[in-house]
């Protein structure tokens, strides 16, 4: 009989509605994938590599020429320069990551500040390890961070500090305002910081991107995670990696290599000669801005009020007023009878608070979005006229 090392791991809620969505054939705007083509070019180069052999193990941290680009690349961007050979680390996937750094960082009875909603692999990762989450609500419906609530958390168990900017499931990013709030929490303590960036480039409305690796007082304690996979559109490949200082890498490696040891070589090598093309990734702000404006014109025509996204490709819409249904149980009944599959997002919350919002996923061809936007115009017509509102 196997005993559980956490009784309240459940099956991610992404793989519960993706499996309803295939099975009730409805549009699946809930796990966070696009639906859009992959570049030939990157495909091409994939295909190169495997075909002149580069299709055993790579070195454990990755191979050397896509970490010397990576190092290139946020030192333009960011103006911090990671060394290639020992603070720049490839791993299978932005989630992987996740797991390799929460493993090496917490032990037995230290507390985890998480921001919720928050994604839903980092609390069990911490509970797994014999970390206590503490969980600091982020303020509805802008989901502005409240730091005097921060600094009551903090205390001698205070281990890590879990941001994610742009958030995922909220679409919130990290202001200036914000940063200074985390430069006066953490001064004077030991606490790590885990810097969630897998939405680097998809920030909204002219704004920037506030990485960690900006400023050096808290890069020198942090670990940043990002995911090649929201970059090129190939979530599949689970290719991602984490930059840190070198005494920190040097500990987190430990642990990746026994946990994947390395990832795919050829995939590497294409993403490495790729990354020459930097338009690639410095045009996808204002692409998916482009989606997000037609989804939500079309959801303020139907009548709902959102607040927009600042980044990522996810847009929280409430249905306060419309339904006595929990979150979850209307993003089954849309799901089934209406044919749009979302995420609830009581599901963010470790306490799964029932908060009237579910979480849609823009990244999808416009006809999809305006076949997805008619049958959520069914269902609001249809509960308006449940309640006598029409």
């Known amino acids: 009989?196997?005993?559980?090392?956490?009784?309240?791991?459940?099956?991610?809620?992404?793989?519960?509605?993706?499996?309803?969505?295939?099975?009730?054939?409805?549009?699946?705007?809930?796990?966070?994938?696009?639906?859009?083509?992959?570049?030939?070019?990157?495909?091409?180069?994939?295909n190169k590599y495997m075909l002149t052999g580069y299709n055993q193990y790579a070195p454990m941290p990755g191979i050397l020429p896509l970490r010397e680009k990576l190092s290139q690349k946020i030192e333009k961007l960011y103006k911090r320069k990671y060394n290639p050979e020992t603070e720049i680390t490839i791993t299978s996937g932005a989630t992987q990551a996740l797991h390799s750094v929460i493993s090496t960082i917490v032990n037995d009875g230290d507390e985890v500040i998480i921001f919720e909603p928050a994604y839903d692999s980092y609390a069990p990762v911490v509970r797994l390890n014999g970390g206590r989450p503490v969980f600091v609500r982020l303020n509805y419906p802008d989901f502005e961070t409240d730091w005097e609530k921060v600094n009551k958390m903090i205390n001698s168990k205070t281990k890590?500090?879990?941001?994610?900017?742009?958030?995922?499931?909220?679409?919130?990013?990290?202001?200036?305002?914000?940063?200074?709030?985390?430069?006066?929490?953490?001064?004077?303590?030991?606490?790590?910081?885990?810097?969630?960036?897998?939405?680097?480039?998809?920030?909204?409305?002219?704004?920037?991107h506030n990485s960690i690796a900006k400023y050096p007082e808290l890069a020198e304690r942090s670990i940043l995670v990002f995911s090649f996979g929201k970059v090129y559109n190939a979530t599949g490949w689970k290719l991602g990696y984490f930059v840190a200082p070198?005494?920190?890498?040097?500990?987190?490696?430990?642990?990746?290599?026994?946990?994947?040891?390395?990832?795919?070589?050829?995939?590497?090598?294409?993403?490495?000669?790729?990354?020459?093309?930097?338009?690639?990734?410095?045009?996808?702000?204002?692409?998916?801005?482009?989606?997000?404006?037609?989804?939500?014109?079309?959801?303020?025509?139907?009548?709902?009020?959102?607040?927009?996204?600042?980044?990522?490709?996810?847009?929280?819409?409430?249905?306060?007023?419309?339904?006595?249904?929990?979150?979850m149980q209307l993003a089954m009944r849309l799901t089934e009878k209406f044919g749009v599959a979302a995420i609830p997002m009581s599901s963010f919350y470790h306490n799964?608070?029932?908060?009237?919002?579910?979480?849609?996923?823009?990244?999808?061809?416009?006809?999809?979005?305006?076949?997805?936007?008619?049958?959520?115009?069914?269902?609001?017509?249809?509960?308006?006229?449940?309640?006598n509102l029409f």
């Open 1 to 46: 009989m196997i005993r559980a090392k956490d009784p309240n791991i459940k099956t991610s809620v992404f793989a519960v509605m993706t499996k309803a969505a295939q099975k009730y054939n409805a549009i699946n705007l809930s796990q966070g994938f696009p639906d859009f083509e992959i570049s030939k070019d990157l495909i091409s180069l994939v």
């Open 246 to 327: 070198e005494k920190i890498t040097e500990e987190i490696r430990k642990i990746h290599q026994f946990t994947v040891f390395s990832s795919n070589t050829p995939i590497q090598y294409a993403v490495s000669e790729y990354l020459d093309k930097e338009e690639e990734y410095l045009k996808l702000s204002g692409f998916f801005q482009d989606k997000r404006d037609f989804f939500n014109e079309m959801l303020k025509e139907i009548g709902f009020e959102i607040v927009p996204a600042q980044g990522t490709y996810f847009q929280t819409v409430s249905f306060s007023g419309l339904t006595d249904e929990t979150d």
């Open 160 to 208: 890590l500090i879990i941001i994610n900017s742009p958030q995922n499931p909220s679409g919130k990013i990290f202001s200036d305002e914000d940063i200074s709030n985390l430069k006066k929490v953490v001064a004077g303590t030991k606490i790590f910081i885990l810097s969630d960036e897998v939405y680097e480039h998809i920030i909204f409305d002219n704004k920037q």
């Open 352 to 387: 799964e608070e029932n908060t009237k919002t579910l979480r849609f996923c823009f990244a999808k061809k416009d006809d999809v979005l305006k076949q997805a936007a008619d049958k959520l115009d069914d269902f609001y017509t249809k509960a308006k006229k449940q309640l």
